[in-house]
């Protein structure tokens, strides 16, 4: 992050900027705190794309679009002025660094099974975006955000708007994406389809575990790059087998040959890692704990800053109806209200009625950040990814771990845990060892026919795990004992694997009591949701 300019704003609408993050070829991005306290990217559009109504009108649909983009893998819409003089837009911020950073500059090469949890964040990205009637058109490292619990995917569909006033082309002649993770029907200028993506996914893919872009590097020339990309195969042979296919299917030519997410999101499945570690090498862990304490060095940039004149008012215009969240989730604070303008003048007035939050909030919010930090740093070895969990599916009438259901979304927050996995996560105390008569395997049934089983495997050292199976699907998922009761109390459910993709969602807090040497009844307590009955197998 850069220090402010003397010609940057030092507010647009209720954010107060931070720093910069970084400028393409869209405008400025800022870092920036609502006076809630969430902070976020701002993205400010360059004065003469402002001017041109083709595009006012093609981002005005296209973050319309983009606030319906829901789940745990994207930077999330929060607030936009389309209408203002010059548009902005501003998404969750993503607490770590992009895939391009990590690859080119800190690590190198992801280990495979990073790769593999990669690539079911990316895919299932894709998959809340195309619902939404968005093609990203633009996914590359630098568009990926690594966090301690998985990818996240940032500016999607707005490369479009850009598109409809250049026709392709920046005013300097430069195309819009980047050459090296373009398509072959956007190097070719033909119509742009969702399989777009998915050829960028495998490019992706394949620098993330080779730190080299699979049709050569842009130093020979981008003319060449995009020659080898419409014409010549791939350089695969670095990958690992099983990621090598999964890649080469996704770079076919021919759009209408490539699989599709779900196809994707299959493969994916069946190479999933299961041994329960944190997705990311302890180095890379290691760099976020250290991003986490240098955003906390921008908490209060402006701290003595004369107070500013007040500024023109402006009707708040509440935005849409967040998604709701799946279980397991925070709550996210509530959307903000759209309005003030903010620019160009630095100093620029905050919006009315805006009180600064006391000094004790603001050193709040520095302990808060640095426990963050300091978790991120310790946790290393025990934090844990959902690999498969979708995104959607509710619970069943029983309220167990669910079945495909209504979709639903999880905000990306500040890109830290969203799921308590481990005693190191939820701050409990190691319980110790589970009493004897929980430790075995136990099964329930919660249909007539018995196609629908809940298998229940408990380890003495408070390990759980819990198999789904059913005529469509089959799940796993992961627990821990967070006391030994009565009665025995687990962590929320972590969703592990899914066949389908997508097919079950992650699971609360809930817990154990033994009724006989035979049988125990396991109560997630929510409200109309009736407790299921086990019975012991071993």
């Known amino acids: 992050m850069e220090e402010l300019r003397s010609d940057d704003p030092q507010w647009i609408g209720a954010y107060r900027l931070l720093g910069r993050l970084g400028t393409g070829g869209m405008g400025r991005v800022f870092l920036a705190r609502s006076e809630r306290g969430r902070t976020v990217a701002v993205k400010l559009v360059r004065a003469e794309l402002a001017a041109q109504d083709e595009f006012r009108a093609r981002f005005r649909q296209e973050v319309q679009a983009a606030r ?44 495979e099974r990073s790769v593999w949890v990669l690539a079911a964040g990316l895919a299932h990205a894709l998959k ?19 966090t301690i619990d998985g990818p996240r995917v940032i500016d999607f569909g707005i490369a479009r708007a850009l598109e409809t006033v250049t026709g392709g082309l920046t005013n300097t002649g430069a195309l819009v994406g980047s050459p090296g993770f373009m398509s072959p029907e956007q190097v070719r200028g033909d119509r742009v389809t969702p399989a777009c993506d998915i050829f960028c996914l495998g490019s992706v893919l394949a620098y993330a575990a080779t730190g080299k872009q699979p049709f050569g590097a842009a130093s020979s020339g981008v003319h060449a790059q995009m020659f080898r990309i419409a014409q010549e195969p791939p350089e695969l042979d670095e990958l690992p087998p099983a ?56 908490e209060n940039p402006h701290e003595g800053d004369a107070t500013p004149a007040p500024a023109p008012a402006v009707v708040p215009q509440p935005l849409p109806a967040r998604p709701t969240m799946v279980e397991g989730a925070a709550p996210a604070p509530p959307p903000y209200p759209q309005g003030g303008y903010g620019y160009p003048h630095p100093g620029y007035a905050p919006p009315p009625g805006y ?54 979304a999880l ?125 012991k197998l071993d």
């Open 128 to 146: 809340d975006i195309h619902a939404a009637g968005l093609i990203h058109r633009d996914l590359k490292p630098s568009n990926v955000m690594i």
């Open 68 to 111: 319906r983009v829901g789940g745990a893998w994207t930077a999330p819409v929060l607030d936009a002025d389309t209408e203002t003089e010059i548009p902005w837009v501003a998404t969750g911020y993503i607490a770590g660094p992009t895939l391009q950073h990590v690859i080119a500059k800190e690590h190198g090469p992801l280990p």
């Open 243 to 298: 990621l090598r296919e999964l890649v080469a299917e996704c770079l076919v030519k021919e759009a209408a040959l490539r699989p599709d997410l779900d196809a994707v999101l299959a493969r994916i499945a069946a190479h999933s890692p299961q041994d329960g570690r944190t997705w990311l090498p302890s180095a890379i862990v290691a760099q976020l704990g250290r991003h986490a304490v240098r955003l906390l060095e921008a």
């Open 355 to 408: 009180t600064a939050p006391p000094a004790g909030r603001r050193r709040q919010g520095v302990l808060i950040g640095a426990a963050v930090a300091v978790a991120v740093l310790a946790g290393a070895g025990a934090a844990v990814v959902a690999l498969d969990f979708g995104n959607g599916g509710t619970t069943d009438d029983k309220g167990r771990e669910g079945l495909p259901g209504p979709s639903t």
């Open 411 to 535: 905000p990306s927050g500040n890109g830290f845990a969203q799921y308590p996995t481990s005693p190191s996560q939820t701050g409990t105390t190691a319980p110790g060892e589970v009493p004897e008569r929980f430790v075995g395997t136990w099964q329930a049934g919660f249909d007539s026919n018995g196609t629908n089983t809940r298998t229940l495997t408990i380890g003495r050292n408070g390990s759980v795990t819990l198999t789904g199976t059913g005529t469509t699907y089959q799940c796993e998922w992961t627990m821990h004992m967070t006391s030994a009761g009565p009665p025995l109390a687990l962590s929320p459910s972590l969703l592990t694997s899914a066949v389908p993709a997508a097919s079950c969602n992650p699971g609360v807090a809930s817990t154990l009591t033994v009724i006989d040497d035979a049988h125990l009844v396991r109560d997630s307590r929510e409200a109309g949701k009736a407790p299921l009955t086990y019975t």
